[in-house]
């Protein structure tokens, strides 16, 4: 095996590993307030929910038939109307419930997420029913 080969075959996994994580998917949020319980997830039991209330509601895009409970995504919000965003915002949030079966109505329904009032007031001004985001699983 030449150098060149010996050195560019880790670099190339190297920079195939990277990329992946840095993929996002782009989507819309909006926000809910309490109760927040009982969840599809979790029931009544609020020692699943992550501190500071940074949670959420999954969308049909990203419920998978309930296997995103529990999962985290990283979400930033990139626009939606001007001021609605809060500049660098971004929230690390995990998924306690399905969207479509929440108790407290979302602002605005079919949305890829809904997250909890504390964690939308991260990312966006509340005035804002829904913003434009862009989201990742992370661990």
Do not use: H
Not at 30 to 48: H, K, L, N, Q, R
């Amino acid at each position: 095996m030449s150098k060149l080969s010996s050195f560019l075959s880790p670099c190339l996994l190297a920079l195939f590993l990277f990329l992946r994580r840095c993929v996002a998917d782009v989507g819309t949020a909006a926000f809910y307030a309490p109760p927040y319980i009982p969840t599809v997830c979790y029931g009544e039991d609020t020692g699943e929910f992550p501190p500071e209330n940074l949670f959420a509601a999954a969308g049909e895009a990203i419920w998978d038939g309930g296997a995103a409970c529990g999962r985290f995504y990283t979400v930033r919000c990139l626009s939606s109307s001007p001021r609605a965003c809060v500049a660098g915002g971004s929230v690390r949030v995990k998924i306690v419930d399905q969207g479509s079966t929440l108790r407290s109505p979302p602002s605005r329904n079919r949305t890829t997420m809904v997250l909890s009032l504390d964690a939308y007031r991260r990312i966006a001004s509340r005035r804002a029913a829904s913003v434009n985001v862009e989201f990742m699983e992370s661990d």
